[in-house]
Antibody
């Protein structure tokens, strides 16, 4: 059974750096067709994609957040870590991680990913 | 970035109704389009990937179609458990992007 679970602080002060960990089980982070992504949802707003990382360590970031966000993985621990610098009240929300599965892979490059399953999410509040 | 626009933003329907949600991409994304259901208090759930492929375990009343820039999610016979917010998401190119969501009230 594939599961993911987010962990990290529930409360962060403005200007601090948020570090969230996604612990996965049931699959390996070094399998070509899989990756892990982070998505968040501010209260009452839409889902927002933040970043992803693939088995070959290829990373991608949201255009609006790329200067503040870093994603990394530890295959041996089955963990993917997201850090977000200079947190502000607008960053309050539920943060999810999810497994990415590729529709097809060719020449070592995979495409047409979907997110399944998702972790239960973790609510992060930014407040002094 | 590829912009994803859903319509309507919200809709109200009754059990047994057939409803459709549309999603338009700002440029062609072939069939690299996924649909998710987000029920209150739960994690989002994949319904359809590659525009029209039903994820294992998802009821057959859900269907998807389209290619290029225009896509549709259809629920043929609404059930009470179908309420929530539905999102499209493009996986054609990074940065990946979601639509703004369609809130379905039963």
């Amino acid at each position: 059974q594939v599961t993911l679970k987010e962990s990290g602080p529930v409360l962060v002060k403005p200007t601090e750096t948020l570090t969230l960990t996604c612990t996965v089980s049931g699959f390996s982070l070094n399998i070509t067709k899989f990756g892990v992504t982070w998505i968040r949802q501010p209260p009452g707003k839409a889902l927002e994609w933040l970043a992803h990382i693939f088995s070959n360590d290829e990373k991608s970031y949201s255009t609006s957040l790329k200067s503040r966000v870093t994603i990394s993985k530890d295959v041996s621990r089955g963990q993917v870590v997201l850090t977000m610098a200079n947190m502000g009240p607008v960053d309050t929300g539920t943060y999810y991680c999810a497994r990415m599965t590729a529709g097809y892979c060719s020449g070592g490059r995979c495409r047409m990913h979907w997110f399944d399953p998702w972790g239960p999410g973790t609510l992060v509040t930014v407040s002094s | 970035d590829i912009q994803m626009t859903q319509s309507p933003s919200s809709l109200s329907a009754s059990v047994g109704d057939r409803v459709s949600i549309t999603c338009r991409a700002s440029q062609s994304i072939s069939i690299h389009l996924n649909w998710y259901q987000h029920a209150p208090g739960k994690a989002p759930k994949i319904l359809i990937y590659a525009a029209s492929v039903l994820q294992t375990g998802v009821p057959s009343r859900f269907s998807g179609g389209g290619s290029g820039t225009d896509f549709t999610l259809t629920i043929s016979r609404l059930q009470p458990e179908d309420f929530g917010t539905y999102y499209c998401q493009q996986s054609h190119s990074s940065p990946l992007t979601f639509g703004q969501g369609t809130r379905l009230e039963i």
